[in-house]
């Protein structure tokens, strides 16, 4: 069992930058998929951005060139950072986790979830 715990959210103005962070308590990131949904108001969670147990990335065609997701094993967190934000970027973003290695960008395929953590982009 792990459990996530996102932060860094915030209101920001569009061109910003800003960097989410995702704990995970109890096990080694290291051992887990990775990844982060965002859901809009009145919109579906959508999928983000993951990073394999491996280490193989994938972003959202919405975000690729502006977002980036890495693993720090020291704190045992992935950070997503995220660059010239645009107001279409307004969410609650959520941090998941898988064990093992998997490649998916559906959220019916991550088992952990953390609460959220709200992103609000100016214009």
């Known amino acids: 069992q792990v459990q996530l715990v996102e932060s860094g959210g915030r209101l920001v103005q569009a061109g910003d930058s800003l960097r989410l962070s995702c704990a995970a308590l109890?096990?080694?990131?290291?051992?887990?998929?990775m990844g982060w949904f965002r859901q809009a108001p009145g919109k579906e969670r959508e999928f983000v951005v993951r990073?394999?147990?491996?280490?193989?990335?994938a972003y959202a065609d919405s975000v690729k060139g502006r977002f980036t997701i890495s693993r720090d094993n020291a704190k045992n967190s992935v950070t997503l950072q995220m660059n010239s934000l645009k107001p279409e970027d307004t969410a609650v973003y959520y941090c998941?986790?898988?064990?093992?290695?998997?490649?998916?960008?559906?959220?019916?395929?991550?088992?952990?979830w953390g609460q959220g953590t709200q992103v609000t982009v100016s214009s």
């Open positions: 998941a986790a898988r064990t093992g290695e998997i490649l998916s960008r559906e959220s019916t395929d991550y088992t952990y």
């Open positions: 990073i394999s147990m491996l280490g193989f990335t």
């Open positions: 109890g096990r080694a990131v290291r051992s887990y998929t």
